[in-house]
């Protein structure tokens, strides 16, 4: 079962845990250049959503290591992953964000749906057998 997929996929979770803990170890940093108004409650926003990223970042590569499909958690990553997306996606049309954040939505989309055809993939399984 660890293909190649697999292994995308488990690199999208470590990913995402990285990710996460940046934004939440220096907001600032990344609102700098990702955002034309940097403010307190805006770097304590980006440390909120850091932490829950890294959180569901850590819940994939759980979800891929165990031995028992986790069929709810892959696909509420993958759920979180597409609405991320969205939400990033509407900040760029609010001007919350400059453009330069589509490659984190870009991402964060594509893993999204990865993530769900995993799990459609599990529960193919787990039906057929």
């Known amino acids: 079962m660890r293909d190649r997929f697999w292994w995308t996929l488990f690199a999208i979770g470590v990913i995402t845990v990285v990710s996460g803990s940046i934004q939440c170890t220096v907001p600032r940093l990344l609102l700098q250049a990702l955002s034309p108004e940097v403010t307190v409650a805006s770097e304590h926003f980006l440390r909120i959503t850091g932490v ?43 001007a919350i964000f400059s453009p330069l954040a589509l ?7 594509v893993a999204g749906v990865m993530i769900i055809a995993f799990w459609f993939w599990l529960k193919q399984q787990a039906n057929e057998s």
């Open 52 to 94: 829950l990223t890294a959180v569901f970042g850590a819940l994939l590569v759980h979800a891929l290591i165990t031995a028992e499909p986790q069929h709810v958690a892959v696909l509420w990553v993958g759920i979180q992953k597409v609405v991320t997306a969205s939400a990033v996606g509407l900040a760029i049309q609010d």
């Open 103 to 109: 490659a984190a939505a870009g991402f964060d989309m």
